[in-house]
C-alpha cells in the first residue's frame, strides 16, 4: 500500500508544475492573431494594451477552466496561488487590472465551462470596430481561436 504522505507530496509536486508552466506561458503568449482578427493594429497603443489586458486575463481563466480537469479539488486554490503570485511579481495597475479581468473571465467561463465560447468571442467582439456585417464571422473565427488557446494550456498544464 502506498505511503499517503509520498501520494500528498507527488500531488503537490505537479501542482507546483502546473503553477510554474502556467506563468511561464503566460509570460510568451503571442496575442497578435487575436489582435489582428479584431483589427487592432500596432499604432493603436491604448486599445492594444486594452485588449492584451483582456486577452491575458481571458487565458488565466481559460487555464483555470483547464485546471478544473486535471486538478478539481485544487483548481480554486491554484488559481488563487497564481493570481497572488502574479500580483507580487507584476505589482503595478496593468497586472491589477490583468487579475481582475481573468476573475472576471472566469465568472463568464464557470457556468458553461468549454462548452461554448462564443459568449467569450462576443464579448471581445464588442470592442472592435469591425463593420457589423463581419461580426458572425469573426465571432465565429474568434471562438475557435479561443478554443485553441484552451486545448493549448490544456495540453501544457503540467
Same mark, same amino acid.
Given at each position: 500500500?502506498?505511503?499517503?504522505?509520498?501520494? +500528498?507530496?507527488?500531488? !503537490?509536486?505537479?501542482?507546483?508544475?502546473?503553477?510554474?508552466?502556467? @506563468?511561464?506561458?503566460?509570460? /510568451?503568449?503571442?496575442?497578435? @492573431?487575436?489582435?489582428?482578427?479584431?483589427?487592432?493594429?500596432?499604432? !493603436?497603443?491604448?486599445?492594444?494594451?486594452?485588449?492584451?489586458?483582456?486577452?491575458?486575463?481571458?487565458?488565466? @481563466?481559460?487555464?483555470?477552466?483547464?485546471?478544473?480537469?486535471?486538478?478539481?479539488? /485544487?483548481?480554486?486554490?491554484?488559481?488563487?496561488?497564481?493570481?497572488?503570485?502574479?500580483?507580487?511579481?507584476?505589482?503595478?495597475? #496593468?497586472?491589477?487590472? =490583468?487579475?481582475?479581468?481573468?476573475? !472576471? +473571465?472566469?465568472?463568464?467561463?464557470?457556468?458553461?465551462?468549454?462548452?461554448?465560447? =462564443?459568449?467569450?468571442?462576443?464579448?471581445?467582439?464588442?470592442?472592435? =470596430?469591425?463593420?457589423?456585417?463581419?461580426?458572425?464571422? #469573426?465571432?465565429?473565427? #474568434?471562438?475557435?481561436?479561443?478554443?485553441?488557446?484552451?486545448?493549448?494550456?490544456?495540453?501544457? #498544464?503540467?
Amino acid at each position: 500500500m502506498p505511503n499517503p504522505a509520498e501520494i +500528498y507530496e507527488e500531488e !503537490q509536486s505537479f501542482v507546483q508544475l502546473a503553477l510554474d508552466n502556467f @506563468a511561464a506561458l503566460l509570460d /510568451d503568449v503571442d496575442f497578435s @492573431a487575436e489582435l489582428a482578427l479584431l483589427g487592432i493594429g500596432r499604432l !493603436q497603443f491604448l486599445r492594444r494594451r486594452q485588449m492584451l489586458v483582456e486577452l491575458r486575463g481571458l487565458y488565466i @481563466a481559460l487555464w483555470r477552466l483547464a485546471l478544473g480537469r486535471s486538478f478539481p479539488n /485544487d483548481a480554486d486554490t491554484m488559481l488563487s496561488v497564481f493570481l497572488h503570485r502574479y500580483l507580487m511579481t507584476n505589482n503595478d495597475k #496593468l497586472a491589477r487590472a =490583468t487579475a481582475e479581468r481573468g476573475r !472576471q +473571465y472566469w465568472g463568464m467561463l464557470e457556468p458553461i465551462g468549454d462548452s461554448n465560447f =462564443t459568449i467569450i468571442a462576443e464579448h471581445l467582439i464588442s470592442f472592435s =470596430t469591425r463593420d457589423e456585417k463581419e461580426r458572425p464571422a #469573426l465571432i465565429l473565427k #474568434l471562438a475557435l481561436d479561443i478554443r485553441s488557446i484552451y486545448r493549448t494550456i490544456f495540453d501544457k #498544464l503540467i
